[in-house]
């Protein structure tokens, strides 16, 4: 399955990847900073960083970011957007289950959309080496797709009935209390973000269009309240790691 879900990586990535800034990278960028507070002069480690745009954002706002992928294409991609925006970073080639770095380095330690794709076990491997990398009093955050967003979850049945889903095996989470506990990572909260981006996947259902206007049109005139009540496509699992 590893290679496998590799070369599914690897086969997105070889298309053209997008810098544009979207808002959902906003959803994930705002989460992170509201939740370590100053950015500038932060030592910021992403776990399976895909296309790198929330870092290569990151390190604009003076954070010190290395990406780290099992896609060479990933990197490469990334390197290429961070020279073209004369941004540095390090890029580490690797598998995230068992990261070359040393202890207790860096302030932050997140990623997105990654541990979805992996096993119970898998998930506390990793989190324990984000863990091992992230200074004391670090944190580390992850943000998982949500099982408790329905505009996502229809949508990404209907992918996977019809045979257009191209992410290969993604299991949406409820939490990962369990899974942060079994890696002893302090659990500090878990919110939701972004039901506007959820109604993006209502794309794979064929003339689903109106309803998703609809809907959008519908939620953005809830008050904030009321928008609180529907999860959004993504679960926020903030984490601060304690050491002796």
């Known amino acids: 399955m590893k290679q496998e879900q590799k070369e599914i990586w690897d086969r997105l990535w070889s298309h053209e990847v997008s810098y544009q800034w979207d808002p959902l990278s906003q959803s ?141 095996v993604e299991e949406p989470v409820l939490s990962l209390q369990d899974e942060f506990q079994d890696s002893n990572i302090t659990l500090l909260n878990e919110h939701s973000i972004g039901f506007i981006n959820s109604l993006d996947f209502l794309d794979f259902v064929p003339n689903a269009g109106v309803l998703k206007t609809q809907l959008r049109i519908w939620y953005e005139q809830l008050d904030n309240v009321e928008q609180s009540w529907f999860p959004g496509y993504l679960l926020a699992s903030i984490g601060r790691v304690t050491k002796k």
């Open 28 to 168: 994930i960028l705002e989460s992170l900073t509201n939740s370590m507070g100053t950015v500038s002069g932060r030592s910021m480690f992403e776990a399976g960083s895909g296309t790198g745009k929330i870092s290569l954002r990151l390190c604009q706002l003076g954070a010190d970011v290395t990406l780290a992928d099992y896609s060479q294409i990933a990197l490469d991609n990334s390197r290429a957007a961070f020279d073209q925006h004369l941004c540095k970073a390090d890029f580490l080639l690797t598998d995230i289950r068992s990261i070359p770095t040393e202890n207790n380095r860096y302030d932050v330690v997140w990623n997105a959309g990654v541990l979805e794709h992996f096993t119970y076990e898998e998930k506390v491997q990793i989190l324990k080496e984000m863990r091992r990398i992230t200074k004391p009093d670090g944190m580390v955050i992850i943000f998982t797709p949500n099982a408790q967003c329905l505009p996502y979850r229809v949508g990404k049945y209907y992918a996977e009935q019809s045979g257009t889903w191209m992410y290969g």
